[in-house]
């Protein structure tokens, strides 16, 4: 054999090898009781039997995806309900610490107006030392508060994502329910063609 011959045939089984380990991380990838809805739909796409121009899915892939989609949906709905919840609580506090901030700034404003010795709790200080000592106060509740906010806006942004995924996912659901219901249909009418013809020509 030439060198040429020899590269050639090389260059071959290198790209069969390649497409068929290709192939079967493809297969691995793929299956109908794990993975996302989507590889799901995949899967049944290419294990389906070929007819004509259509594709015929068995009765119970079609029921075991359908489950696992409604699974994946009342899993969002889970998901989201305890987000609403979460958010709802976060803002009933924040709600609480502006409360707070505000009655702390009110005082601080009344303290200002007042002697140099003042009584706190019980003991006199000193002007400057009950201001530090209260903007200290307003300090943390500024950082407490900065905290909830934050806390507040991942919430909320976790409710959106989740309400956007579940509104995604079941119109997804719908789109392939209503084609793999319509292959369905058309795949007995072709059918039924099929025996009617059979039994013409039987009966000729």
């Given at each position: ?68 989609t409604l699974d994946s949906v009342a899993r969002l709905e889970n998901e989201l309900t305890t987000s ?72 909320n942004a976790v409710t959106q994502e989740a309400r956007k995924s579940l509104a995604e996912l079941e119109e997804e659901y719908e789109e392939h329910r209503r084609k793999a219901l319509e292959r ?21």
């Amino acid at each position: 054999m030439t060198r040429k011959t020899i590269l050639t045939v090389t260059s071959a089984m290198l790209f069969s090898t390649f497409s068929i380990l290709a192939q079967e991380s493809t297969e691995k990838e793929l299956s109908l009781t794990e993975g996302t809805i989507d590889n799901q739909f995949e899967y049944i796409f290419e294990k389906a039997n070929n007819y004509q121009d259509y594709k015929v899915v068995k009765r119970n892939w079609l029921l075991l995806l359908k489950k696992n989609t409604l699974d994946s949906v009342a899993r969002l709905e889970n998901e989201l309900t305890t987000s609403e919840k979460l958010t709802g609580t976060q803002r009933a506090q924040i709600d609480s610490l502006n409360k707070e901030l505000a009655s702390t700034n009110v005082q601080l404003t009344e303290v200002t107006e007042q002697k140099d010795s003042i009584s706190f709790f019980g003991a006199l200080i000193n002007k400057p030392t009950y201001k530090a000592i209260m903007w200290g106060i307003v300090a943390v509740l500024t950082l407490i508060l900065a905290f909830f906010v934050y806390k507040f806006k991942n919430a909320n942004a976790v409710t959106q994502e989740a309400r956007k995924s579940l509104a995604e996912l079941e119109e997804e659901y719908e789109e392939h329910r209503r084609k793999a219901l319509e292959r369905e249909q058309k795949a007995r009418r072709q059918l039924q063609d099929e025996i009617n013809k059979q039994k013409l020509t039987k009966t000729k």
